[in-house]
């Protein structure tokens, strides 16, 4: 097939050579329009359709195309439909004929061919595809990382997104597909024969093709190729009458990627980050070349859905070298990672062709129609640069490691850590102590106070308060330590205040619990998250210590236990014994020294010892009573001081930590769901 085949016959004005006067725009559309009523007579062309809404002067040749080929050099066209749309979803046209070129629905173009509108049925928006909430878990990705990660490791994300949203301001039912390749590989060619006719130069002198060209199958592409950055001198149209098998397509013309001009790669580099498709040129001579490989082919392997690579130029290769050569493509394209679809599969499309003679350019037109057809090159692109971000992005949130998150066992371990430093065990067992001493001076024998404290008012008159008192304040061990937790914090309109506190929380200790909880809680997870979670553990744990000190001063200030009634009720019994133990020595002594009379000495020397033996044996009894209740005191000690401690570690570190692992489990899943369930 030529290159003209299948198109029909080309615009005269393709044709003819350009005169010197031909350069001015208004001498153009003069040109033009004589042309084209000479053109419309004489090839039985449609009459313009009378509803179009366009007076004689606008209903030019070109149609909505403008003049001499340039798509911009007209009034308004889709592009203000196309920005109607918003964000990315369709507007309230979506579905029905735009309205701006003055033409309905269901009517006919300015070439014969059913009019086309990007909203019609056969387009469609973001909103109807799986892409929208991946990208709506990416946006939500990047918004939970930018204080976690550094703003480069985020940056390709932000431009997907970027380039999503200008992206989505368009409609799908344009497919924008930009013609690649190396020098001397003949794109100019083969874009001269997609479009039927003579657009792009094509020689010898090499850069050929200084700046990208635009030829396109659509009256509403003005939007697309502004973002594109296209002039309007250089937005062209097909040949005359335009095949509607490729309605919705823009094809672009690059200039080589290995021009030595400057500024040529950057424009290729720009327009390939843009464009929905690639279609890459080689030739027999360039097609293994190590910069296509190893700069654009390998890189971009994931977008192999949206790719095609042709081998131009096999009218060259004699016999079955076409072939061979193309089976070496294969080879190369495949050691690339670039998944090729020669079996129906999702993957590239590689054939060969000659853009001189025709042969294969059939085949690659009616596979870029199925493409602009299908209207989903654009999203089936965005899907590729989400996967690609999200690849790059996965050591920030994926790790090899097991589950991530602190378990029960970690918690506990660190509360009973915090506990042990804050002395919680050592607190109860002095209070137990100290319930015990006070139990046996409360109840014990009178002789026994006085033996052990001096005057029994003097121990009296402090009472059983006193031991207790000082056991709830310390850890029962012999801290002789002290210092004092400045509060120094200025506060309006006061002074600053000083509070004497006791240490006697564990530094060492403390830190080690609060080091160990971090590891247990950075186990599994990223660089980044890990990191964050130790900067909390570390933040919460730097005035930890000064935390418990306080808590455990103020839980225990002040807290003594009630008097149980049954010592009062020993120690009356105890004075009791006391007096008939001095009543009997009282009648012992006068009846020894003859001042009495009556009965015999052993009645008194009975009474004593009864009174002695009763006193000692209430004392020996309630002592054995009193474990029981200074065992639970001891515990109820221990408990108070140990969920004084634990409460400030769970303030200051557990709960810190556990946003963080929280935050981390909700971007895991945010990118779960942008990497389409990875």
Same mark, same amino acid.
């Given at each position: 097939?030529?290159?003209?085949?299948?198109?029909?016959?080309?615009?005269?004005?393709?044709?003819?050579?350009?005169?010197?006067?031909?350069?001015?725009?208004?001498?153009?559309?003069?040109?033009?329009?004589?042309?084209?009523?000479?053109?419309?007579?004489?090839?039985?062309?449609?009459?313009?359709?009378?509803?179009?809404?366009?007076?004689?002067?606008?209903?030019?040749?070109?149609?909505?195309?403008?003049?001499?080929?340039?798509?911009?050099?007209?009034?308004?066209?889709?592009?203000?439909?196309?920005?109607?749309?918003?964000?990315?979803?369709?507007?309230?046209?979506?579905?029905?004929?735009?309205?701006?070129? #003055?033409?309905?629905?269901?009517?006919?173009?300015?070439?014969?061919?059913?009019?086309?509108?990007?909203?019609?049925?056969?387009?469609?928006?973001?909103?109807?595809?799986?892409?929208?909430?991946?990208?709506?878990?990416?946006?939500?990705?990047?918004?939970?990382?930018?204080?976690?990660?550094?703003?480069?490791?985020?940056?390709?994300?932000?431009?997907?997104?970027?380039?999503? %949203?200008?992206?989505?301001?368009?409609? !799908?039912?344009?497919?924008?597909?930009? /013609?690649?390749?190396?020098?001397?590989?003949?794109?100019?060619?083969?874009?001269?024969?997609?479009?039927? *006719?003579?657009?792009?130069?094509?020689?010898?002198?090499?850069?050929?093709?200084?700046?990208?060209?635009?030829?396109?199958?659509?009256?509403?592409?003005?939007?697309?190729? $502004?973002? /594109?950055?296209?002039?309007?001198? %250089?937005?062209?149209?097909?040949?005359?009458?335009? $095949?509607?098998?490729?309605?919705?397509?823009?094809?672009?013309?690059?200039?080589?990627? $290995?021009?030595?001009?400057?500024?040529?790669?950057?424009?290729? $580099?720009?327009?390939?980050?843009?464009?929905?498709?690639?279609?890459?040129?080689?030739?027999?001579?360039?097609?293994?070349?190590?910069?296509?490989?190893?700069?654009?082919?390998?890189?971009?392997?994931?977008?192999?859905?949206?790719?095609?690579?042709? &081998?131009?130029?096999? %009218?060259?290769?004699?016999?079955?070298?076409?072939?061979?050569?193309?089976?070496?493509?294969?080879?190369?394209?495949?050691?690339?990672?670039?998944?090729?679809?020669?079996?129906?599969?999702?993957?590239?499309?590689?054939?060969?062709?000659?853009? &001189? *003679?025709?042969?294969?350019?059939?085949? !690659?037109?009616?596979?870029?129609?199925?493409?602009?057809?299908?209207?989903?090159?654009?999203?089936?692109?965005?899907?590729? %640069?989400?996967?690609?971000?999200?690849?790059? &992005?996965?050591?920030?949130?994926?790790?090899?490691?097991?589950?991530?998150?602190?378990?029960?066992?970690?918690?506990?371990?660190?509360?009973?850590?915090?506990?042990?430093?804050?002395?919680?065990?050592?607190?109860?067992?002095?209070?137990?102590?100290?319930?015990?001493?006070?139990?046996?001076?409360?109840?014990?024998?009178?002789?026994?106070?006085?033996?052990?404290?001096?005057?029994?008012? +003097?121990?009296?008159?402090?009472?059983?308060?006193?031991?207790?008192?000082?056991?709830?304040?310390?850890?029962?061990? *012999?801290?002789?330590?002290?210092?004092?937790?400045?509060?120094?914090?200025?506060?309006?309109?006061?002074?600053?205040?000083?509070?004497?506190?006791?240490?006697?929380?564990?530094?060492?200790?403390?830190?080690?619990? @609060?080091? *160990?909880?971090?590891?247990?809680?950075?186990? #599994?997870?990223?660089?980044?998250?890990?990191?964050?979670?130790?900067?909390?553990?570390?933040?919460? #744990?730097?005035?930890?210590?000064?935390?418990?000190?306080?808590?455990?001063?103020?839980?225990?200030?002040?807290?003594?236990?009630?008097?149980?009634?049954?010592?009062? +009720?020993?120690?009356?019994?105890?004075?009791?014994?006391?007096? @008939?133990?001095?009543?009997?020595? +009282?009648?012992?002594?006068?009846?020894?020294?003859?001042?009495?009379?009556?009965?015999?000495?052993? /009645?008194?020397?009975?009474?004593?010892?009864?009174?002695?033996?009763?006193?000692?044996?209430?004392?020996?009894?309630?002592?054995?009573?009193?474990?029981?209740?200074?065992?639970?005191?001891?515990?109820?000690?221990?408990?108070?001081?140990?969920?004084?401690?634990?409460?400030?570690?769970?303030?200051?570190?557990?709960?810190?930590?556990?946003?963080?692992?929280?935050?981390?489990?909700?971007?895991?899943?945010?990118?779960?769901?942008?990497?389409?369930?990875?």
């Amino acid at each position: 097939m030529t290159a003209t085949e299948g198109h029909g016959a080309s615009h005269p004005a393709a044709d003819r050579p350009r005169q010197t006067w031909d350069d001015g725009l208004i001498a153009r559309r003069a040109q033009q329009r004589a042309e084209g009523r000479a053109v419309r007579g004489g090839a039985g062309a449609e009459a313009a359709d009378p509803t179009d809404g366009r007076d004689g002067a606008d209903a030019a040749p070109g149609g909505p195309w403008g003049d001499d080929g340039c798509l911009g050099d007209r009034g308004p066209d889709g592009a203000a439909a196309v920005g109607a749309t918003g964000g990315t979803g369709p507007g309230p046209g979506f579905g029905q004929e735009t309205a701006t070129d #003055g033409r309905t629905a269901g009517g006919r173009g300015a070439y014969g061919s059913p009019s086309y509108s990007p909203y019609g049925p056969g387009a469609r928006g973001f909103v109807t595809g799986a892409l929208r909430p991946r990208l709506e878990a990416l946006r939500q990705l990047v918004g939970l990382s930018r204080t976690r990660l550094d703003g480069r490791t985020l940056a390709g994300a932000g431009r997907v997104l970027d380039e999503a %949203d200008a992206r989505g301001r368009h409609p !799908l039912g344009h497919t924008v597909v930009a /013609l690649a390749g190396a020098t001397g590989s003949g794109k100019s060619t083969l874009f001269n024969a997609l479009a039927g *006719t003579q657009l792009s130069e094509a020689g010898i002198r090499r850069p050929t093709t200084a700046a990208p060209l635009a030829c396109a199958w659509t009256d509403h592409a003005d939007g697309l190729l $502004d973002r /594109l950055g296209i002039p309007m001198a %250089d937005r062209r149209r097909p040949a005359y009458p335009y $095949d509607p098998a490729l309605r919705g397509l823009v094809l672009l013309d690059l200039p080589d990627h $290995d021009s030595a001009a400057a500024g040529h790669r950057e424009r290729v $580099d720009r327009l390939l980050g843009l464009v929905d498709a690639v279609v890459w040129v080689v030739d027999p001579e360039k097609y293994a070349d190590a910069v296509l490989h190893e700069r654009y082919l390998r890189p971009l392997a994931g977008y192999a859905e949206v790719t095609f690579v042709v &081998l131009n130029q096999v %009218d060259r290769l004699p016999g079955e070298a076409a072939d061979q050569v193309l089976d070496d493509l294969r080879r190369l394209l495949d050691e690339d990672g670039l998944a090729l679809g020669e079996h129906g599969e999702p993957g590239a499309a590689v054939l060969a062709l000659s853009a &001189l *003679t025709g042969e294969g350019v059939g085949e !690659l037109r009616d596979m870029l129609g199925r493409l602009a057809a299908e209207c989903g090159a654009a999203e089936r692109r965005l899907a590729a %640069d989400v996967d690609g971000a999200t690849a790059r &992005l996965r050591p920030q949130y994926v790790a090899d490691g097991g589950s991530v998150g602190l378990s029960e066992r970690a918690r506990a371990e660190f509360e009973d850590r915090l506990a042990e430093a804050a002395g919680a065990a050592a607190a109860g067992q002095a209070a137990e102590r100290a319930w015990l001493r006070d139990a046996e001076w409360a109840c014990g024998t009178p002789w026994g106070r006085v033996a052990q404290r001096g005057p029994w008012g +003097v121990r009296g008159a402090r009472g059983a308060q006193g031991s207790l008192g000082r056991s709830s304040a310390t850890t029962g061990g *012999t801290r002789s330590t002290r210092r004092r937790v400045e509060d120094a914090r200025e506060i309006p309109g006061a002074r600053a205040k000083a509070a004497a506190v006791e240490a006697v929380t564990a530094r060492p200790a403390v830190e080690e619990a @609060v080091r *160990t909880l971090a590891d247990e809680a950075t186990a #599994g997870l990223p660089g980044p998250w890990a990191q964050a979670v130790r900067e909390a553990a570390g933040w919460g #744990g730097r005035g930890l210590p000064d935390a418990i000190d306080e808590a455990v001063a103020a839980a225990t200030a002040g807290r003594r236990p009630a008097r149980p009634g049954w010592w009062s +009720v020993v120690a009356s019994a105890q004075v009791a014994l006391l007096l @008939v133990q001095v009543v009997a020595v +009282v009648w012992l002594v006068g009846i020894v020294s003859g001042l009495f009379g009556g009965p015999e000495w052993w /009645l008194p020397s009975m009474l004593l010892s009864g009174a002695v033996a009763v006193s000692a044996g209430l004392a020996c009894g309630c002592g054995v009573v009193a474990r029981g209740p200074a065992r639970r005191y001891g515990r109820m000690a221990e408990a108070q001081r140990r969920e004084a401690a634990v409460a400030c570690g769970r303030t200051r570190v557990l709960e810190p930590v556990g946003a963080e692992l929280a935050r981390y489990r909700e971007v895991r899943a945010q990118y779960v769901i942008a990497a389409g369930g990875s």
